[in-house]
């Protein structure tokens, strides 16, 4: 969270051409309410299980850029389903950055703790052994949004090549 997925994912999109969307937004319109809202009455399990929804069936399977939480790829399963989806690039970012970026968003149920710091550092150490495993990384610390969007349509297009000749 913070390191700019829905700003790059859109800026990304619009270069390649292809339709850009968001978990997030997507799992609100079907719930019918804000995340912060399924967190608060239904809890983080069954937010996990809206992830998991939208990954399996809740958008196109081709054509598209999607822009998923931090957190999707957690859960046992979710790893292998989402690689098996398409070509995954991970965005980081210093816990530093995450936590100016995200401090005066109340839009973070996961955030929402006594010290927000902690739990970013909490979350990282926790979630990076899977990022790393999962897809392509990409630094966003200290670098524009062009470059950071230029350095994942560069590893897209390069992916794409890869897996074309790995099918062909």
């Given at each position: 969270m913070g390191v700019g997925k829905s700003a790059v994912g859109r800026s990304v999109s619009k270069q390649l051409g292809l339709h850009f969307i968001d978990s997030d937004a997507v799992i609100e319109e079907s719930a019918g309410k804000p995340i912060t809202q399924i967190f608060a009455e239904e809890g983080e399990?069954?937010?996990?299980e809206w992830e998991r929804w939208f990954v399996q069936q809740g958008h196109a399977s081709t054509g598209q850029v999607v822009a998923c939480g931090g957190g999707l790829i957690?859960?046992?399963?979710?790893?292998?389903?989402?690689l098996s989806k398409g070509i995954v690039i991970c965005l980081f970012a210093q816990p530093e950055t995450i936590l100016q970026r995200t401090m005066?968003?109340?839009?973070?149920?996961?955030?929402?703790?006594e010290d927000s710091a902690r739990?970013?550092?909490?979350?990282?150490?926790q979630r990076m052994p899977v990022y790393m495993q999962t897809g392509i990384g990409v630094c966003a610390e200290g670098r524009s949004l062009t470059d950071v969007v230029?350095?994942?349509v560069r590893i897209?297009?390069?992916?794409s090549r890869r897996l074309s000749r790995a099918t062909s």
């Open positions: 399990p069954r937010f996990r957690i859960p046992p399963g979710m790893r292998e389903l989402l005066q968003s109340d839009k973070r149920p996961l955030l929402n703790v739990r970013i550092r909490e979350l990282l150490d230029q350095n994942v897209y297009r390069r992916e």
